[in-house]
């Protein structure tokens, strides 16, 4: 299973290869990106981070942590 993650707003694309079952959460986390500070978008809808990655390319725009 192949996720194309294109960060917003610079365009930087990452693609994560894993396997059935996976979350967004374990993608972001194999690129070394805290969930706590990413917002993950699919066709201009939020995204869990705990949801199984379904979809083949998402965008992801990185927030300031909330501590």
């Known amino acids: 299973?192949?996720?194309?993650?294109t960060f917003i707003p610079d365009g930087t694309v990452l693609v994560y290869q894993g396997r059935?079952?996976?979350?967004y959460e374990a993608a972001l986390l194999?690129?070394?990106l805290n969930p706590?500070?990413?917002?993950?978008?699919?066709?201009g809808?939020?995204?869990?981070?705990?949801?199984e990655i379904?979809?083949?390319e998402v965008g992801i725009?990185?927030?300031?942590?909330?501590?």
């Open 1 to 5: 299973m192949l996720c194309r993650f």
């Open 30 to 32: 194999s690129f070394g």
């Open 45 to 51: 809808k939020s995204l869990p981070q705990d949801k």
């Open 20 to 23: 059935p079952g996976d979350t």
């Open 61 to 67: 725009f990185l927030a300031s942590s909330r501590g």
């Open 36 to 43: 706590d500070t990413a917002l993950i978008f699919c066709r």
């Open 54 to 56: 379904e979809e083949g």
